[in-house]
């Protein structure tokens, strides 16, 4: 089964700086989907970012860039011009074929004003 | 806003009761998946739906049950409640089945269920 990791269980950063969050998976696929869902204390899952295995190119929307390396299995999600808003659970997921969704535990990011 | 819309928010219950989870789709979407999110198994598939059909099932308790109607709105029913089945339940959906980028899981608010 295809297992996600996330070693980092807290992170945190200085407003407007930049933050890495790592993470890797395990797999034997070689097509499959990465994605970064973020949770504020409303506890609403929010997609942050998508990343598709067979596209080389980095995924990247607005603030938010993906370090996709394929080879290494490693999916690192970097937040430049980092805000208070960000401040949030992280959590990295890879989904499987038949479309269900497997978790890394999260990574609490606290944003320093 | 994602579309998904789940009720209620808060249930408060206690030990051996059955309760209801409903979800409703954002408009268009077929699939509808069930989470369970809790402190010590963090976030965990449950099943999945695609247009009525149950098309796969993960750590589901035989106590859990789920359907998905003609409108497509789904619910979870749980059943013959224990303490540990305290968590936040979350409601996602999406286009399909064929695993593209149409295929990315959009989330509810998530239903907040406390067995007492």
């Known amino acids: 089964a295809q297992t996600v990791t996330q070693s980092q269980p807290e992170m945190s950063v200085q407003e407007a700086e930049t933050v890495t969050l790592s993470c890797t998976y395990d797999t034997s696929e070689s097509d499959y989907y990465l994605f970064w869902y973020k949770q504020p204390p409303s506890r609403q899952m929010i997609l942050v970012i998508r990343q598709e295995a067979y596209k080389q190119q980095n995924a990247t929307e607005n603030r938010f860039s993906v370090n996709f390396q394929k080879a290494a299995k490693s999916f690192s999600l970097k937040i430049s011009d980092s805000q208070l808003g960000d401040a949030a659970m992280y959590f990295c997921a890879y989904r499987e074929y038949g479309n269900k969704l497997v978790f890394g535990a999260g990574t609490i990011l606290r944003v320093k004003s | 806003d994602s579309g998904v819309t789940q009720t209620p928010k808060h249930l408060i219950t206690a030990t051996g009761q059955r309760v209801t989870l409903r979800c409703s789709p954002r408009?268009?979407?077929?699939?509808v998946y069930w989470y369970q999110q809790s402190l010590d198994q963090g976030l965990q598939f449950l099943i999945h739906y695609y247009n009525g059909e149950e098309r796969a099932k993960g750590n589901i308790l035989e106590r859990f049950s789920a359907q998905q109607f003609p409108d497509l709105h789904s619910e979870l029913n749980l059943s013959s409640l224990e303490l540990g089945d305290s968590a936040l339940y979350f409601c996602?959906?999406?286009?399909?089945?064929?695993?593209?980028?149409?295929?990315?899981?959009?989330f509810g608010p998530g239903t907040r269920l406390t067995v007492l």
């Open positions: 408009s268009g979407d077929l699939s």
């Open positions: 996602a959906s999406s286009l399909s089945l064929a695993g593209g980028p149409l295929d990315t899981q959009y």
